[in-house]
């Protein structure tokens, strides 16, 4: 079998690919577009195009498409086969520059939010070519944008790909102040998504309808061995999970796709995969692909790979870690600590942006995450809470204070600079994180944002964090630049917008009751706990100018996207509702009717056979039971009755409401009822896989 640095990539369209087979000019040409914008010539689209079809079909393919992110959350796929009839009936095998570039799909199926009715329905695709196309299924997929014909975006590539531009644009305004003759011709963002999951064995998940139509469990009573043991987090790897992990790594190589860590997760059954990071817009496809093949090769194992945030009651929930940085084109982190007082100073002006950004704009990250399934993450006693704060750990603290107060920072070493600035003494590498339970940390030399539920795709978190920094950065830039003492300018800049933004930083425990107190009641952080609370925000002003400003959303986008992620919120939570209803009345009762008849003829059996022989038991257990099959019923029925009432509601903020308050409080009551009768019913009698059943099943 062919070594890995053999295989990798092989079927992505990547630079070496691109060398091998375009003509010289044609690929410097294409660079030029890939590392800085410029815009792409048709006659290089149509060499480029067709080299790529050569390449496509000595793999196997036949079709290509267009790959886009529309706003559903998944990935869509519309396929053409290469074939082009010539004369006698023949076909040639035809892919031009135009098909590359761009795709006509009819964008009326796609969720858009309101946006079709006041633009057409005809949406477009367009080559990102900055994401390598790649092989999947025997078809040819070309990254793409989706837009409609107004240019309105559809998708979330676009907005990603405006924000990264609003950030460059602000952060090369930065960087022309300390150096007006840098050599740096873009920055551009640097993601690495970790992503958690379960695995299940397939049986036990066909069995499931909650799973099945959820992708969660809506009943279940907690399993006698939960993850209090601590032993499955890095644990040893079992067999079939192995064989699942690899295969996994090999086909991700195989696209290109820098997997990298593979281990267990804290919760028995759950998984977690890192790539090594990229550049943002490719790290989102990435991740869209990785989200994908984990799902598609667990079924070839007989497997199912659960992408839920929280798809079992009483156990950690799955996330996703965001970690995020800027580098220039030169190779540049910007957010690594310097070793000189110059770096430094640039180094804090950026680590101030971020903070600032955070702070300004905690609601845009929160609801960067929002969806039903994450609000049980979020707004419950798990990692991360809903109040976004920022670790920067000790030592950056400390720094941070000093500059703050204007105190020198170490005693030993009270150098002042030039700049105004304190040197920042060098930091060691990984002394600043190991706090797990920040929303938001400062690792070394990236920003790592935890509240990614683990089925959010990644574009929504930095096109908000990329829009909230070059806005931190847009307005230092214009404070900066007509400044008369650059340095003195810096620092009081520095200075004054620790002072301002202090309150977001926290370096506590994020769990702890007592912080969500301090962080509200004393700091004025959001505590945004729900979806339906949050997305109202999206649309306030501020918001609006900000986006607007930015050149990322107009409002008309906005206000699709806030009407599409409360529908989706209803949407998810009308199917669970319904899915509850259903299994209650075709699974649960009939189990424990049957079984408490069955009680009921042991009593009478035994009763029958000796008036002597002590029934309470069995009374007592018929007893407990019948009276919640009462309370079942009961619950279920009213659950059943306010489903169409919640749904007749027009507005769709109010009916996300509706779910929320009426709606979620029922199920809950529900499911309690349900999951006590589990534990007092005979397990051949309960009608579906427990929770031990499913979390051990995997051997
Ligand atoms: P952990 O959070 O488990 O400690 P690691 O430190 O291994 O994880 O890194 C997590 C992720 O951060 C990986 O995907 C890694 O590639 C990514 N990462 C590392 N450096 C950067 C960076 N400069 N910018 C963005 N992501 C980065
Ligand atoms: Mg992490």
Redesign the pocket.
Known sequence: MASVSEYFGCLSFDDSAMRERLPRETYKSLRKTIDEGKSLDINVANIVANAMKDWAIEKGCTHFTHWFQPLSGVTAEKHDSFISPIADGKIIMEFSGKELVRGESDASSFPSGGLRATFEARGYTAWDPTSYAFIKNKTLCIPTAFCSYGGEALDKKTPLLRSMEALNRQAMRILRLFDPHTNVACVRT?????QEYFLIDKNDYDKRRDLLFTGRTLFGAKPTKGEEMGDHYFGTIKPRVEAFMQDLDENLWKLGI?A??EHNEVAPAQH?L?????QANI?ADHNQLIMEMMQKIAKQHGLVCILHEKPFAGLSGSGK?N???I?TNTGV?L??PGETPYENAQFLLFLVAVIQAVDDYQDLLRISVASAGNDHRLGANEAPPAVVSMFLGDELTAIINALETETHYDPKEPTQLKLGVHVLPKLPK?ST?RNRTSPFAF??????FRMLGSANSIADTNIMLNTAVAESLRQFADKLEGAEDFNGSLNTLIRDTIRAHKRIIFNGNGYDDAWIKEAVEERGLLNLKSTPECLPYLLSERNVRLFADHRVFMKAELRSRHEICLENYCKTLHIEAATMVDMVRRDILPAVSAYVREICETASAKKGFSELLNTDYEFELANRLNGLAVEIHRAAAELNRMIPEVDRISDVLDKANGYLNKILPVMKELRGYCDEAEIHTAAKYWPFPTYTELLYGVR
Not at 190 to 194: F, I, K, L, Q, Y
Not at 443 to 448: A, D, H, I, L, S
């Open positions: 640097s993601v690495g998504a970790e820098l990298k860590t977690e890192a790539p090594i990071f990229t790290a870690h970690n995020w940085s580098a982190n957010l690594t990984d994180d690792t070394g030399n990236k920003f790592e």
